[in-house]
């Protein structure tokens, strides 16, 4: 059984798509595999009327380069699973992982992958799946 780092909380080890502490949140994930660019035109101008304008953040997270990226104030995220921005004006707060089944991208911030009213975990835009029983 693994332990939280942050509380000593024993942490389920069927939790292996989104490894957090149930009691305070902590990620226990291994550090995101993918290396982050900040890009310096990463948002669509806020009257932007064209369909990726209009469809914001949709598809957020097949784009691998903007799952550090705050989509508040555009500063980096610091974390693993749950990211907090490290710009202390904002600390915006966001999730980004791996379906537990199909292991598609799932980000808290995608409106196609949102968090599952019954278990908490982020829904599958591919499979439709999160935590509950089948």
């Known amino acids: 059984m693994t ?13 292996e798509s989104q490894p957090v502490c149930p009691r305070c ?6 550090d995101y595999e993918d290396d982050f660019e900040l890009t310096e035109d990463l948002y669509p101008e806020a009257k932007d009327e064209t369909a990726k304008g209009a469809d914001w953040p949709r598809g957020i997270r097949l784009q691998n380069n903007l799952s550090a990226v705050c989509l508040n104030c555009g500063s980096t995220g610091t974390g693993t699973t749950f990211l907090t921005c490290a710009n202390n004006q904002c600390r915006a707060t966001w999730r980004v992982n791996r379906c537990l089944k199909c292991k598609k991208p799932v980000d808290s911030r995608d409106p196609e992958t949102p968090r599952c009213t019954k278990c908490g975990w982020l829904i599958c ?3 439709l799946s999160c935590n509950c029983p089948s």
């Open 3 to 15: 332990h939280c780092s942050n509380c000593d909380a024993p942490i389920d080890e069927c939790n």
């Open 25 to 30: 949140g902590t990620s226990i994930a291994e």
């Open 125 to 127: 835009a591919n499979c």
